[in-house]
């Protein structure tokens, strides 16, 4: 891993130090959520530890288990991080929606009001995260002749620069995120809301990166990050649309918009 600081015989590499940054960021965000709704400080941080902890250890045990040739020799390699780099998103975002409604229950908090809680927050850690994968070059991407290209060590010719796209589509994420949110407001929206847009927008923009990395899963000849991205983008569709209740939201747009044309310019 590529090292961003280094003191004596301590060095904290830049993916750690990006990773960290993401937590507490994350931390931060979620917390304001939870004082905004009115809960207890006390049940944020049971909450959050326990998400992130479980979500933690879900995304590096998916990622062994999907690259276990990596680690069939040696399995305790699987505990030495620093040595053996790799997270999977998918078992974080399966392990975080599990463990979130467990917990959630546990608490006797309302599980859509807590999701959309870090569903808010995740457009913003994406960013770091995504810049974190881009300092270390931890996703390869695939071969190009594209001014963006850049050298990635150990590999031939210039690589599309994959953590630089993902930490632009985690820009647009959050940026679109906040315009619905001004525009609607958080009350306004039905509970969920936010959890299914910003999962939905989550797997378009992973499929989208597949097409550019060299370096997905396969099974049976298909790419399984092309699979699973495909379903975390459509599956979320129907229930938005629902909960939304279609036509309900197409007139409330046209009252916004009419409101802000037919307002008087001073």
Known sequence: MPTLISIGSFSISSF??????????????????????GIEDEKFFDNFL???????????????????SIFSGFPLGALF??????????????????????????????TGVIADAYAQALPVMMIFWSLALFLDGTIIGKETSWPTGIIQTGLAGLRHPV????????????????FVLRFFGRRNLPCGTITL?????????????????????????????????TVVWISPLPPLY???????????????????VSRPKL
């Not at 931390?27 to 304001?32: G, H, K, S």
């Not at 979500?55 to 999907?66: D, I, K």
């Open 163 to 178: 953590g630089m796209y993902a930490l632009i589509l985690s820009l647009v994420m959050s940026l679109s995120l906040f």
């Open 50 to 68: 326990v998400v992130s902890i479980i979500s933690f250890l879900g995304a590096r045990l998916f990622f062994v288990l999907t690259h276990w």
């Open 197 to 229: 847009t910003i999962l939905s927008f989550l797997g378009v923009s992973q499929l989208l990166l597949a097409f550019f990395r060299d370096d997905l899963l396969y099974w049976q000849g298909f790419p399984v990050d092309l699979m699973i991205a």
């Open 16 to 37: 750690g130090f990006f990773c960290a940054v993401t937590y507490l960021i994350g931390a931060f965000l979620i917390w304001r959520v939870f004082r905004d709704k």
């Open 81 to 110: 991080i620093g040595k053996n780099p790799g997270f999977s998103l998918w078992g974080l975002l399966a392990t975080a929606a599990l463990t979130l409604i467990w917990y959630c229950r546990k608490q006797r908090l309302e």
């Open 242 to 260: 629902l909960l939304l209740n279609g036509g309900k939201l197409v007139t409330q747009v046209k009252q916004k918009v009419t409101a802000l």
